[in-house]
Nanobody, 115 residues
Framework: QVQLVESGGGLVQAGGSLRLSCVASGIIFSINAMGWYRQAPGKQRELVAE???????NYADSVKGRFTISRDNAKNMVYLQMDRLKPEDTGVYYCTVDYGRTRFWGKGTLVTVSS
């Protein structure tokens, strides 16, 4: 059974940085795309960034130039470096892994950006 565990969330002041990590267990063959979504209070979950098995990346317009997604295939991990954080970046961040024909989700890590 594939399981995802996120870490690295917390409270940070506006303008600060955080690095989220996500490790996948139960992996036997190669992972396809990996990504990060977030859900702010009272809002729908939205894509933040994604990275393909070939390391092509895609970002939400709101985070372009501030966030960087990366992956370590040997460790089955995906990272999200978040710089110049804004209060509107506050939310629960979920990592995703496309494995076979299934998208797996982590339970999320809370990021709070104070003004």
């Amino acid at each position: 059974q594939v399981q995802l565990v996120e870490s690295g969330g917390g409270l940070v002041q506006a303008g600060g940085s955080l690095r989220l990590s996500c490790v996948a267990s139960g992996i036997i063959f190669s992972i396809n795309a990996m990504g990060w979504y977030r859900q702010a209070p009272g809002k729908q979950r939205e894509l933040v960034a994604e990275i393909t098995s070939g390391s092509n990346t895609n970002y939400a317009d709101s985070v372009k130039g501030r966030f960087t997604i990366s992956r370590d295939n040997a460790k089955n991990m995906v990272y999200l470096q978040m710089d110049r954080l804004k209060p509107e970046d506050t939310g629960v961040y979920y990592c995703t892994v496309d494995y076979g024909r299934t998208r797996f989700w982590g339970k999320g890590t809370l990021v709070t950006v104070s003004s």
